[in-house]
């Protein structure tokens, strides 16, 4: 055990407790677990995005020495398991019965003794298509001949998947109609995928005997998973056991149930042996959670001396052929509403067409906050149009249209309540690192000098995100309400366990979740162990995603450690024999009030919870506390991201020569591990606004299957990046934390890209869509559209 050193044991930059693991190869991933007798499953995929299937013929796999099982979609019906309910309340197939709907989709499965068997077998399977015409394209999903993706579902005669609207229409019509100024611009996010670097993967062991069954998952959401593998598969929850070990990234992927995961349950439901399914690269690019994918048409409107009035925007959703997308039940689109961003305007309106297309299931993954990463991309290319079209420095018409810090908490026209903010300030904060005014000038002598050699651009986006669903009034999925929970046992010499109910992808929860406790406590970090990704291990709660982590079981951590040392005080009390209220708390330790060093440290307390001799009258013995926390409001952290490109206008390459960042995440636990979640999530924005693309041909091929066409930046693609911080406590958070997990993925993009169309003014280019590949930009250069 570590002595208690009572210097600064809370909060702060520690190095994380996990990576003394990873970095001496002691991780335990997926594919690390092992059990005695285990199989290997591979997936048998559909070549082609749409064809009817004739006939499946497995005969010749079945016959491989090495195979134990074959499974096709028509024995997984027979059973009632063909098709699963996705997170927002589609269905979706595990293995194909009708139709495949997708390349790459779940066709059949082979369970062999080695994974080469397996895969060697799956070319052993004799499948008949009958191709059909597919549906490629988002803007032609709901042509009157377009062919019907969707013919599972009765009485089906369209590809529409849902519409949804938020803001006042009539109200915002209004405003339009009389504003001086109005812009518009359809603008495309792009399909992306998180493409974390671990795949998706699953062990799973069902014991006949006991009937349980343990399931190792590469999930973001144990609990969940569990609750809805125990309602579609009818195993007993209790008799279920969800195990996320140590993940390989997450970003979102690793949200949703997919068809491997049940895959590997039945395979050993069906073989009496426990057997393991792992993706390779193509397949997790191909066939799991994608994101984005929107149309966005937006429109501005505002007074000719820059007060922006009003935001709408239209909104067509490609979410591919099942609605596997993961928000909760009450938005359809997300956290999209929360597209006013930063600005305090009179009018919004938003409405939005999902729709079915022939490309894989997803919609929310990759860092997004619910949408927010689309929203906050629309509005700062908007804004950033705004300020061109009336020839305004865009940090100025940002500056003259923000909520002002004595707004908070402030509504939204679209009904959100924003906590806390000081947005000016942190645009301040910004300029000065970024040095605006000396960038602008140089910018200015490079046009004026007009030597064409390189084109200096400077793109500015200021976000505001909602993030830490939520308050159980209004979110839940699938009916499971957003709360998360932790336990606190504080053991007799006073190290203490606690048990939490969300599960780090890499964001160092074993680190800063034993920074909050010993914060509260006054025990050293290393002395709080941090256990997660177990369901008989931790407390029942959602999972991570949605930047929940920090704001919802964050909170409840604390919480806990509070409650435990409110009883502490009880039981130091009777020690000290003296009445709780005359002792004074400093970290680690009670004091009879006045009388510094007359008390008794924690441990000497958890001595006695624990230990021989009477407690006081009413107290039970031990020092636990459990807490299901239902956040108040969702958490609202914000950053103002400055971007500066220079582009080859000989080859139309973006170098990003610089990036400012500076977030207001509220109060820190771990300054380090906030820089870390910013660099990476940074990288992410770039690589988006640059080089990231699910693209299709127009027979449904994706044409991102390998990671040499889905480009992801690596530190070649992007700068050393400058961070700075503001920090605006949430009011209604225990100390005052926000969410920071997907900012900087969700604030970047807009930056980078308006860096990239500054840069481009002398070409008078207005707009072009991510990815900024040097193609994309070489045709705006030309005066070309981006293509579709
Ligand atoms: N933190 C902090 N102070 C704050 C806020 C957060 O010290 N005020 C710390 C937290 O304690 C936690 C980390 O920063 O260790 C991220 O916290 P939080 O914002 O609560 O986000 P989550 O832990 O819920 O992580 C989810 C978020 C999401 S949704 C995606 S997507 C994403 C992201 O995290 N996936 C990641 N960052 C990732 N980072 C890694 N390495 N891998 C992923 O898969
Ligand atoms: Cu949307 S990606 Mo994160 O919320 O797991």
Redo the contacts with the bound molecule.
């Keep these: 055990m570590i002595t208690v050193d009572r210097g600064p044991v809370g909060h702060g930059r520690m190095l994380r407790k996990e990576d003394r693991r990873f970095v001496r190869g002691r991780g335990r991933y997926l594919d690390d677990i092992t059990l005695p007798g285990m199989l290997h499953l591979a997936v048998l995929r559909s070549p082609v995005a749409h064809a009817r299937i004739l006939s499946v013929d497995t005969l010749a796999a079945e016959a491989h020495p090495k195979v134990r099982a074959v499974v096709t979609g028509a024995m997984l019906a027979e059973r009632g398991l063909a098709w699963m309910p996705t997170l927002s309340g589609d269905v979706q197939a595990v293995l194909a019965t009708d139709k495949v709907r997708f390349q790459g989709q779940e066709v059949a499965f082979v369970v062999a003794e080695d994974r080469y068997a397996a895969r060697d077998a799956l070319e052993l399977i004799d499948v008949e298509y009958d191709v059909l015409e597919p549906v490629v394209d988002v803007r032609r999903a709901l042509d009157p001949d377009a062919p019907l993706i969707r013919d599972d579902v009765a009485g089906k005669a369209d590809n529409h998947c849902f519409d949804w609207e938020t803001g006042d229409a009539a109200q915002t019509a209004a405003v339009f109609d009389r504003a001086e100024v109005v812009v518009r611009q359809e603008l495309v996010f792009p399909r992306v995928h998180?493409a974390?670097l671990e795949t998706c993967g699953a062990v799973a062991d069902y014991d006949r005997v006991e009937e349980k069954l343990t399931l190792w998952a590469t999930t973001q959401a144990p609990h969940a998973h569990r609750t809805l593998y125990s309602m579609f598969a009818g195993i007993p929850e209790h008799r279920i056991r969800v195990i996320s070990p140590d993940?390989g990234?997450?970003?979102?992927n690793k949200v949703p149930i997919y068809p491997g995961y049940v895959c590997a349950i039945v395979g050993s439901m069906v073989t009496g042996r426990p057997v393991k399914w792992t993706e390779d690269r193509t397949e997790n690019l191909i066939a799991s959670g994608f994101a984005r994918d929107y149309v966005m048409q937006g429109e501005i409107a505002a007074t000719r001396d820059g007060r922006i009035l009003a935001l709408r925007s239209h909104v067509l959703a490609d979410h591919g052929a099942f609605n596997g997308t993961a928000a909760p039940r009450k938005f359809p689109g997300g956290f999209f509403g929360v597209f006013t961003g930063s600005y305090d305007i009179e009018a919004a309106y938003c409405s939005m067409t999902a729709v079915h297309t022939n490309k894989a299931p997803g919609g929310v993954?990759?860092?997004?906050?619910f949408r927010i990463a689309e929203a906050v991309y629309l509005t700062e290319r908007m804004v950033d149009l705004l300020a061109d079209e009336l020839g305004l420095d865009p940090v100025e018409l940002r500056l003259r249209n923000f909520i002002r810090s004595d707004q908070f908490p402030y509504t939204s026209r679209t009904g959100w309540v924003y906590d806390s903010g000081d947005y000016a300030a942190t645009m301040q904060e910004a300029l000065r690192i970024a040095g605006y005014d000396e960038l602008r000038a140089e910018q200015a002598a490079q046009r004026a000098a007009g030597d064409g050699q390189s084109l200096m651009g400077i793109g500015v986006s200021f976000f505001t995100e909602a993030?830490g669903a939520g308050p159980r009034k209004d979110m839940d999925m699938l009916g499971l309400g957003m709360a998360d929970g932790c336990e606190l046992r504080v053991h007799p010499t006073g190290s203490a366990v606690l048990r939490i109910s969300?599960q780090?992808?890499?964001?160092?929860?074993e680190?800063?979740?034993a920074q909050l406790v010993a914060e509260e406590l006054g025990i050293h970090p290393e002395n709080v162990d941090v256990v997660h990704g177990d369901t008989d291990n931790t407390p029942y709660g959602l999972g991570?995603?949605?930047?929940?982590?920090?704001?919802v079981s964050?909170a409840a951590a604390v919480i806990a450690a509070r409650r435990v040392r409110d009883k502490a005080r009880l039981i130091a009390a009777g020690m000290l024999e003296v009445a709780p209220e005359d002792l004074e708390w400093t970290k680690g330790r009670f004091d009879v009030r006045g009388v510094p060093g007359s008390g008794v440290t924690i441990e000497q307390i958890a001595m006695r919870a624990h230990g021989a001799g009477d407690l006081p009258e009413g107290v039970e013995g031990g020092l636990d506390a459990q807490v299901s926390y239902n956040p108040d409001n969702l958490t609202y952290p914000y950053g103002a991201y400055i971007c500066v490109v220079d582009i080859d206008p000989g080859t139309a390459v973006v170098k990003v020569r610089r990036f400012v960042a500076v977030d207001d995440?509220?109060?820190?636990?771990?300054?380090m591990?906030?820089e870390?979640?910013i660099h990476?999530?940074l990288t992410d924005g770039v690589g988006m606004a640059l080089m990231e693309f699910i693209g299709y041909d127009e027979d449904g091929n994706c044409l991102g299957g390998s990671l040499m066409d889905y480009l992801i930046p690596t530190a070649k693609e992007v700068p050393d990046w400058e961070t700075g911080m503001t920090v605006t406590p949430s009011p209604h958070h225990p100390i005052g934390?926000?969410?920071?997990?997907?900012s900087a993925?969700v604030g970047s993009p807009p930056a980078v890209v308006n860096a990239v169309i500054d840069a481009l003014a002398p070409y008078g280019v207005r707009h072009a869509d991510m990815p900024l590949t040097p193609s994309r930009v070489w045709e705006a250069m030309q005066g070309r559209a981006t293509p579709p």
């Design positions: 998180p974390p993940i990234g997450g970003f979102g993954a990759y860092a997004c906050s993030v969300v780090t992808q890499g964001q160092g929860h680190t800063t979740f991570t995603y949605g930047s929940r982590s920090t704001p964050g995440c509220g109060t820190r636990i771990n300054e591990i906030v870390g979640q990476g999530g934390a926000k969410g920071v997990g997907e993925t």
